[in-house]
């Protein structure tokens, strides 16, 4: 307990939550075992690399829009160019001149919009190159947010996709004085079930837990895992009628089910 607690003083003075929540634990004489860390970093480090990818992608958005600028003060400029020589060209012709002054001028607007040409072709390309780029890092990005907030082992949501849902829906629930319901459930001797048959049926059955409340859920239902064994429902426009009834057929459809292991049978 003393290392912990000097840990929490020390290390954790960057996370003030993380550092509390640790600190609540050694309060309470808890100790830590595996899936307390695990859920304590599923809450606090869940994201963190996500937030470094999404860093990264925006300094390469930045630099392909800064050289996207770049090509366009330059097709500006040329432009401007381009303008003027043809402004030339005209102020010639009328003042009237020789053949081959005409011939000298038409050379002139024929390099000048060969050029231009050029410029326009590079231009598009670029332009063409960094909206693929631009797209490809979208997707990147879509996909590491979804990572973010997903629980790997269950699909559901996890808990700071969870919280931040919670947070979105009570406001909402307040603004519109709509129902808002949640519901709480855990797995009762969730660590027996580890202890005698190990982590691999453990996680089938948070599956199969995981897996029997989307059954019961509508489209504007959020199914998050909380944490460990414990899940949630959030419920927006649903009263505490539905909840209830939600909650009782979900529990009598978890009860009655028998899992067999294959292996033994």
């Known amino acids: 307990k003393r290392l912990s607690r000097r840990r929490s003083n020390c ?6 939550a993380l550092r509390d929540a640790v600190d609540a634990r050694i309060a309470a004489g808890k100790t830590f075992t595996g899936e307390d860390n695990a859920q304590l970093h599923e809450q606090f480090f869940t994201g963190l690399g996500a937030s470094a990818q999404i860093v990264l992608a925006g300094e390469k958005i930045a630099r392909d829009l800064s050289h996207v600028v770049s090509f366009l003060k330059e097709a500006e400029e040329r432009s ?15 003042r009237g001149v020789s053949p081959e002054q005409i011939r000298q001028v038409v050379a002139s607007l024929a390099a000048a919009t060969l050029d231009m040409a050029n410029h ?6 670029q332009l063409k190159k960094s909206t693929k780029e631009i797209d ?3 997707t990147s ?8 907030l997903t629980d790997s082992l269950t699909g559901l949501a996890n808990r700071r996709m969870f919280d931040e849902t919670l947070r979105m829906r009570i406001e909402e629930a307040r603004a519109q004085n709509s129902e808002l319901s949640l519901i709480l459930c855990d797995i009762d001797h969730f660590k027996r079930f580890n202890d005698t048959w190990g982590h691999h049926t453990g996680d089938q059955i948070l599956r199969f837990l995981a897996s029997a409340m989307q059954g019961y859920a509508r489209p504007d239902h959020l199914i998050a895992r909380y944490g460990g064994e414990e899940f949630a429902m959030i419920m927006p426009r649903a009263d505490l009628k539905t909840a209830t009834q939600t909650a009782d057929a979900l529990r009598t459809a978890i009860q ?3 899992l067999r292991r294959r292996s033994t049978n």
């Not at 401007?80 to 009328?94: I, P």
């Not at 326009?120 to 390309?125: A, R």
């Open 136 to 138: 490809t890092l979208r």
């Open 11 to 16: 290390t954790l003075g960057r996370n003030q």
């Open 141 to 148: 990005l879509d996909s590491v947010r979804m990572e973010s």
């Open 256 to 258: 009655a089910k028998r």
């Open 80 to 94: 401007g160019d381009y303008g003027r020589t043809l402004e030339s060209a005209a102020t010639d012709l009328n």
């Open 120 to 125: 326009n072709q590079t231009l598009n390309e």
